[in-house]
């Protein structure tokens, strides 16, 4: 068994022995692994217990089940978005001296990155940076008086500082239509922390989460780097399907959503499958992390509200960042938790970086409480619409009308699905080679077979987004 503290569970350690196996070709690409009942026995365990570790496996991406012949290392981990690559392992394993949790932590990174020749076009979640207002938020931090500047130069609150907590509160009252005292926030470095405490302090290795499939890879990776069973649950129309997700993982302690914009698909969860979510955590005493990354940017008349403001949202942790809204070089992003929570989010938190910057919550604090933020997003809301009309155009006109978007009342990307058997890694490929960075959607994908492209707008001028239209037209017509 890899060396793994004793008190790791057999049959997380059984999984990783099978997963340390494949990615160091011990079980090659496409080959048949033993059957379980074997396997068992040669391991000393309980079938039960492999038979967990294979359907983690088959999870993740590593296994493929061909049913009444067993189970099969996937022929291709690459294509099936398996966190871990084997050359990865190899290399990092001997030359770092890296322990078994560092090694999966090290691991699990984003699997598909732009060639550095690529042009930042279409890159997902990326705000418009070129209309921050960059000088009224320097004014705000010159005008800081002498006193604030100097209490906020000292060790600070880890749960964050007052004003900020404060000044989020209401704002989410207005904004997002959640009820919540300051006292149940915590202040994070976005939202990436925030899952990184959630998994930390709410969830021990091998406990089950359900995630979506696709869905957004800094959640799922976060999970597994914990060691914690990110379970893949198909995502329709409204969202998580969390009938399918509790069928398939009873035992699953927490499920991790974005129901007002589903990332990437876009799509969101409607008033009866929130509440059959809810109560999915009420009756297994669950909890429901909602990631709200990029709710402000609805540009209908009619605002989703979160999942957090419903009646009986108590298992609800509510996670916001300020990186879409603002921008993600502040690393500002908050938890909203039951206050029960609260002190031991905090000491999580002071353990690992004591608190955010001082004078920049007070900032921001500032920034939220003046108006400005409200006035920002109200010019946002504007900008992204135009960009998302001067992506369609653009595209639609460089591709001779083949690759036709929809525009969408939400969001700051776009989803262009193609066939299950298409490729959607190779034109991505190409157009990283044309200079267009170009998400494809499998990448987000564990067991789901959607295919197609991921459009980020927002982060765009016109002028971009039509460079990278000329660059993408040639390679589809
Ligand atoms: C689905 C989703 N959640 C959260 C985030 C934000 O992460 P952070 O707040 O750590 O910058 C992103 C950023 O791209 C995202 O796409």
Request: aromatic content about 6%.
């Amino acid at each position: 068994m890899p060396c793994l503290p004793s008190d790791t569970p057999l049959r997380q350690q059984v999984y990783l022995r099978l997963r340390t196996a494949i990615e160091q070709g011990t079980f090659a690409a496409g080959s048949k692994l033993p059957p379980s009942r074997e396997h068992a026995k040669a391991l000393g365990v309980a079938r039960n217990t492999v038979l967990w570790a294979l359907e983690r496996l088959q999870a993740e991406g590593y296994v493929v089940a061909r049913v009444g012949d067993g189970s099969y290392v996937a022929p291709d981990l690459t294509a099936l978005n398996a966190p871990l690559r084997r050359k990865a392992s190899a290399a990092l394993l001997p030359a770092t001296g890296l322990s078994q949790r560092g090694r999966l932590i090290a691991e699990t990174a984003l699997r598909w990155r732009p060639p550095a020749t690529a042009v930042t076009a279409y890159r997902i979640g990326t705000p418009a940076v070129d209309a921050f207002p960059f000088e009224l938020w320097s004014r705000l931090e010159r005008a800081l008086p002498a006193r604030v500047r100097q209490d906020t130069a000292q060790y600070l609150s880890a749960a964050g500082h007052k004003p900020l907590r404060e000044a989020i509160a209401q704002w989410l009252l207005v904004s997002r239509g959640i009820r919540c005292d300051p006292g149940q926030l915590v202040v994070t470095s976005g939202s990436q922390q925030a899952i990184d405490l959630v998994a930390r302090l709410l969830l021990d290795p091998g406990d089950e989460v359900l995630v979506e499939d696709p869905g957004y890879l800094g959640i799922r990776n976060c999970l597994l780097s914990h060691g914690v069973a990110a379970c893949p649950v198909p995502v329709d129309e409204q969202g998580l399907s969390i009938a399918d997700g509790a069928a398939r993982w009873p035992n699953a302690r927490m499920a991790v959503v974005t129901p007002t914009h589903q990332f990437p698909l876009g799509v969101h969860m409607g008033l009866a499958r929130r509440l059959e979510l809810l109560e999915w955590a009420r009756q297994h005493k669950a909890w429901v992390v909602e990631d709200d990354y990029d709710g402000e940017f609805q540009y209908g008349p009619h605002r989703i509200p979160a999942l957090c403001s419903l009646p009986h949202s108590e298992r609800v942790l509510y996670v916001g960042t300020f990186s879409k809204t603002l921008h993600p070089g502040l690393r500002l992003g908050f938890i909203v938790l039951p206050s029960a929570l609260v002190d031991a989010f905090a000491s999580a938190k002071a353990l690992s970086d004591r608190h955010s910057p001082g004078a920049v919550q007070e900032v921001l604090a500032r920034f939220i409480a003046d108006g400005h933020l409200l006035r920002h997003l109200r010019r946002m809301r504007e900008l992204y619409q135009q960009r998302q009309g001067v992506l369609i155009d653009t595209l639609r006109r460089a591709s001779g009308g083949v690759l036709e978007l929809t525009p969408a009342a939400q969001g700051m990307h776009l989803v262009l699905e193609a066939g299950e058997r298409v490729d959607d890694m190779r034109l991505s490929r190409r157009a990283a080679e044309a200079g267009v960075y170009l998400a494809p959607l499998s990448q987000y994908c564990v067991q789901s077979r959607r295919r197609g492209w991921v459009f980020g707008y927002a982060g765009f001028d016109e002028a971009a987004l039509r460079q990278a239209a000329r660059g993408l037209g040639p390679l589809i017509r």
